[in-house]
Structures are given as structure tokens and as C-alpha cells.
């Protein structure tokens, strides 16, 4: 069963409001594949602390702008094909959580088309909107946190 795609932002926010007083794992971690493939199948968030955050990226349609004032996204795409638009300014913003502004749209963004295999860094403070997606889209997500 898929999660809506609220649900899914609601629990990434929810891991990422409450990693703030968590410090980074001392030893190493290892989250085995079917824990990261239950991730994907649902798109959900599969670790957060305060200097990172680990998630499985799943959209089926375009989604709302984002603005992290605190982290950086680095995206690495794993299927299907989806246009990214960044830059630019967000319109009719407002607060969605602590550190976190969401928006309607872009205006004045460069748009980039993204497929299987690329990487994409979104610095903080950037604006960022999917527009566009065919099919399932699955990128990996790491959100470094400043």
C-alpha cells in the first residue's frame, strides 16, 4: 500500500523535528535492503539525526516548492523520469514546519529534466518544486544539515 503523499512529508518532518537533539550514530549502520526497499515501496524517511537525514524519495505526480533553511538535498535518481524546477522565487509561501517553507509554485526557476542515474545538490535556501513525472519516480535522498 502506498502512503499518501502527505503522510509521507508529515513523517519526514515529524523524524526531522525530532532529530535536532539526536547526534549522528557512533558506530556504523547498516540499513539492510529490505528495510530500504519497504522504504521505497512506501517513500518514506529511513534515518534523521541533526547533522543528516536519509530518506527514499517515491512520487507518482508533481509536488509542492520546498525550502529548507537549514538543508542541503542531494537526490540520486533510481527510476523513472521526472522535471525539477529550482532557483528562482516561490510563490504564496508559508511555514510548514520548524526550518521548513512550502509553496504554489516557481517563477524564474531553471527547470532540469532528471532520469535514472543522475545526481542533483539543491544548496539550502534553495527553492525546489517537482513540476513534472512520469510514471513512479524513486530518488534517494541525504539532507545535510548546516
Do not use: C, W
Not at 534523521?48 to 536519509?54: G, L, P, Q, T, Y
Not at 507518482?60 to 527510476?79: C, K, L, N
Not at 535514472?116 to 524513486?138: A, N
Amino acid at each position: 500500500m502506498k502512503n499518501h503523499p502527505l503522510t509521507t512529508l508529515l513523517s519526514f518532518a515529524f523524524l526531522a523535528a525530532t532529530a535536532v537533539a539526536e547526534p549522528p550514530p557512533a558506530a556504523v549502520v547498516v540499513y539492510d535492503h529490505g528495510q530500504v526497499e519497504n522504504a521505497f515501496a512506501k517513500g518514506m524517511p529511513i534515518a534523521a539525526n541533526d547533522r543528516f537525514k536519509i530518506s527514499a524519495g517515491r512520487r507518482v505526480a508533481p509536488g509542492v516548492v520546498e525550502i529548507h533553511e537549514h538543508d542541503t538535498d542531494i537526490f540520486y535518481v533510481q527510476e523513472g523520469t521526472a522535471t525539477l524546477v529550482t532557483g528562482g522565487t516561490a510563490v504564496e509561501t508559508a511555514p510548514s514546519a520548524p526550518n521548513e517553507i512550502r509553496g504554489k509554485s516557481i517563477t524564474g526557476g531553471t527547470a532540469r529534466y532528471l532520469v535514472k542515474g543522475d545526481i542533483i545538490v539543491i544548496p539550502t535556501g534553495t527553492p525546489h518544486q517537482f513540476t513534472e513525472v512520469s510514471g513512479t519516480f524513486l530518488y534517494f535522498v541525504v539532507k545535510v544539515t548546516k
